[in-house]
Each structure stands twice: as C-alpha cells, then as structure tokens.
C-alpha cells in the first residue's frame, strides 16, 4: 500500500497568515503516460463530510477559494493557503488515487489563532 | 445539483450486520463509480473500496474483504454497503463518495 505521511500534524496560524502544509507518498504519483499526479487535498470541517479542493494536485475545484494552492509532484506535495481566513479552520487530507487501495494521510488540524 | 443521501444512524450489536444506502440523485447514476470511506472518531480515513453502478463490478481494499459487500439497484439510483459480523472496531462514520461529492455520513455505532 501507498503510505501518506502529512506534516505537521497541527498548526496555529494567525488570520491573514500564509500556511503550509506537507503531504510524502511512499512511491510516486506521477503516471509517465499523461504526466498527472494522482494527489488530492481534501478539507474537513469540525461535523462535517471532507469536501475535495483540489485534485491531479494542482487543480482546484470549481468555487474552491484562490487562496488555495496545490503543488509537488513525485513523491513530495504541499497545500498552501495565501491568506488564512477564519472559516479555514478544518483538518486537511492528502489522499492517493495512483493505486488502489486508496490511501489517505493522518491529516493536519488548522487553528485559527 | 448532485445529492449523495445516506441512511440514518445505527446502533447494532456486536455479531450482526448492518446495511448503509447511499441514494445519489442530481447526476447519471451510473457515468461514476460509488466509493465508501470509513472514519473512525477523530481519526483518518480509511478506503473501503467502490462498485461500478454501471456493471456491479467492485474493488475492495484487501482489509474490508470479508466485512464489506457493496451492491447497487440502478432502478432507484442507490448504493449499499452490508457491514458483516460487526466488533467495536467497526464503530465509525461512513462516507459514501462519488466524482467529489461526499454523502452527509452515517454514524454506525457498535453495542450490547
């Protein structure tokens, strides 16, 4: 299986704050055929479903905020928020879809200073 | 606008089973496959496996093999997962999935 290692497992940021966040995969996700990652960034709020914000890791998804960026490729990702708002406040998921089972990260729990 | 309605929550008892639909709407039922993901209290998540709606055929992660069973009826656009021989560790919330959209949840609990 893929294992997905995030990091770190919290941070506590300041509204208006950059932050950043680390997704390793234990084999790369990079399909040589099309060139694609096979990487998704996935947003839980506190009782809520996970909602996908990014895929192929960099595309956000439709009405996904720009503040939200997704890059890496290979074997190393990183999901940035330009400018923390309050409501970002959530755990954030890295998952792999290059190979089944699919496999998720432990998460990194945002707090909002 | 695409709806992945789940069944209610479950109170069961250890030994037996129990059976989650995820009744989609909004979308061509059977253009994407269903998956279901299950989330331990306050912990991550973990795949379960997905069903083809359109031909039945069903991919299993190797750990649910023989707790799981997805199924599908195209004639009410719904999708089940049978949860068998049920422990404490299968107290959980599952999520049914499908192209992005996550149904609300159902919170399956596990008790004498």
């Known amino acids: 299986d893929i294992v997905m290692t995030q990091t770190p497992s919290s941070q506590a940021v300041s509204a208006g704050e950059k932050v950043t966040m680390s997704c390793k995969s234990s084999q790369s996700l990079l399909y040589s055929e099309n060139k694609k990652n096979y990487l998704a960034w996935y947003q839980q709020k506190p009782g809520q479903s996970p909602k996908l914000l990014i895929s192929w890791a960099s595309t956000r998804e439709s009405g996904v905020p720009d503040r939200f960026i997704g890059s890496g490729s290979g074997t190393d990702f990183t999901l940035t928020i330009s400018s923390v708002q309050a409501e970002d406040l959530a755990v954030y998921y890295c998952?792999?879809?290059?190979?089944?089972?699919?496999?998720f990260g432990s998460g990194t729990k945002l707090e909002i200073k | 606008q695409v709806n992945l309605l789940q069944s209610g929550a479950a109170l069961v008892k250890p030994g037996a089973s129990v059976k989650l639909s995820c009744k989609a709407s909004g979308y061509t039922f059977t253009d994407y496959y269903i998956h279901w993901v299950k989330q331990s209290h306050g912990k991550s998540l973990e795949w379960i496996g997905y069903i083809n709606p359109n031909s039945g055929y069903t991919n299993y992660n190797e750990k649910f093999k023989s707790k799981a069973t997805l199924t599908v009826d195209k004639s009410t656009n719904t999708a089940y997962m049978e949860l068998s021989r049920l422990t404490s560790e299968d107290s959980a919330t599952y999520y049914c999935?499908?192209?992005?959209?996550w149904g609300q949840g159902v919170m399956v609990t596990v008790s004498s």
């Open positions: 998952e792999q879809y290059y190979d089944t089972p699919l496999t």
């Open positions: 999935t499908s192209e992005a959209h």
